[in-house]
């Protein structure tokens, strides 16, 4: 009845033993066509379940304008528009292509992206690299320096890290980054400033031995310093590699993704494959940069809640209690209790990443549909918000719930796959 397994609880013990033996390694930064074949051509690939572009909102279809400009398929605004409008630009979800995209998601065929392998299985996923923070494409925003600095990106940031990798013995180890880091305050969601610093630091060598010019080498050591959401987009990779091993087993209801695309919240769950799960997405509730507030938010987008999915994020509040009152918690005690709610709905700790504020226990492991359905208490998910007019970007920080009608879909599925029902 279940493959190999005689139970769904042994099945869910063989998906999640796959994601604790995980080996992530950070092997390359590479044009995003390059690994992704589909990329050539006028194709943008995009966060969440499969949408088209009349259903995106703001961010995500201005993220599409700045894409259009940034390949040169538009000269501006309007004429990228009207191509969009047109139909002249074909959409593929990232996590149908091994991918992953913050907030919009938007990838297209010359932007660099971040090449994770899966030592374990073998596997890659693919991640844009952060481009910092003010006006950037993932929030929607397009204007002049959003270009500029995506073409530096594409010509500078990328090549440079390409060869600094390429130097190193067999790429950097993400568990140890991520082992670091979560003792330092990061659960790699909202907060990534030691993880992104544990990553220059151990780049850093590399990027000076190559023998690019110094003054690309130090303006990419500069915006490596400055950006300290620069690991995010690595432990995406790392999250999406990790859980598409997992996902072989192809039995069971652990949750291996959860994604959005601004309309709809997706999840898929180990016993049924590629099929996604959806329901209407909500939005974030958080704190709002000056000037901004709650009826400006677009409702919740990116893949970047794959995070959570692999047990870190929202999950693991309690290793960064600094952030809590950024996303609009009240301190220690509620980011305790919110990880503490989580290990409800989850399966083991994951003894990895061990969390010195949480009595050394590990990460939560796991995300088991029976349990979310049963407990009624779905995910907690660390985002950004974006405002959901178009070119703006992003206005402030929050958490937000995946709703629970997903959960239910998926099992009801299941079940009917196993002629249960």
């Known amino acids: ?185 990061d659960e790699f969601h909202q907060r990534n400033i030691a993880a992104s610093l544990v990553f220059l630091k151990e780049i850093t060598p590399y990027i000076l031995r190559t023998d690019l010019s110094e003054e690309h080498k130090s303006a990419v050591v500069e915006f490596l310093a400055d950006t300290d959401q620069f690991f995010l987009n690595i432990a995406m990779a790392t999250s999406k590699a990790v859980l598409d091993a997992a996902r072989t087993i192809e039995h069971g209801t652990v949750v291996t993704a959860m994604s959005r695309n601004g309309q709809n919240f997706g999840i898929r769950i180990s016993g049924m494959g590629d099929e996604w799960f959806t329901a209407p997405v909500n939005t974030p509730q958080g704190l709002f940069f000056t000037g901004y507030s709650q009826d400006m938010a677009n409702p919740d987008i990116g893949d970047s809640a794959i995070t959570e999915a692999f047990g870190v994020g929202g999950m693991a509040m309690v290793a960064a209690p600094g952030v809590t009152r950024f996303v609009g918690a009240g301190g ?50 660390n985002t950004g918000i974006a405002h959901k007019e178009p070119g703006v970007g992003q206005i402030g920080a929050g958490t937000v719930r995946a709703p629970l009608a997903c959960f239910e879909k998926a099992l009801e599925a299941y079940a009917l796959k196993l002629g249960l029902i």
């Open 1 to 185: 009845m279940y493959g190999p397994y005689t139970t769904i609880d042994e099945a869910n013990q063989a998906v999640i033993q796959k994601i604790v033996a995980g080996a992530p390694f950070l092997v390359d930064v590479v044009p995003a066509k390059t690994v992704v074949e589909e990329l050539n051509g006028r194709v943008l690939l995009h966060a969440g379940p499969p949408i088209q572009f009349e259903d995106m909102t703001g961010p995500m279809q201005g993220a599409c304008v700045g894409a259009c400009l940034f390949e040169g398929w538009a000269e501006d605004e309007q004429q990228a528009m009207t191509l969009l409008k047109q139909g002249e630009i074909t959409f593929i979800p990232c996590h149908h292509v091994q991918a992953v995209g913050p907030m919009g998601g938007i990838t297209s065929a010359n932007m660099p992206v971040v090449v994770v392998e899966n030592r374990t299985d073998g596997n890659r996923a693919y991640c844009t690299m952060n481009e910092g923070i003010g006006k950037v494409l993932r929030f929607g925003a397009y204007s002049d320096e959003v270009i500029l600095r995506l073409k530096w990106m594409r010509d500078v940031l990328g090549p440079t890290l390409s060869r600094a990798l390429s130097l190193t013995e067999n790429g950097l180890n993400i568990n140890v980054m991520i082992a670091k880091a979560i003792t330092m305050g």
């Open 332 to 381: 220690f005690d509620d980011a305790l209790a919110t990880s503490n709610e989580m290990t409800e709905i989850c399966i083991d700790h994951n003894p990895n990443f061990t969390i010195p504020t949480w009595n050394f226990q590990g990460t939560c492991l796991g995300i088991d549909a029976r349990k979310v359905v049963e407990t009624g208490i779905t995910p907690v998910i």
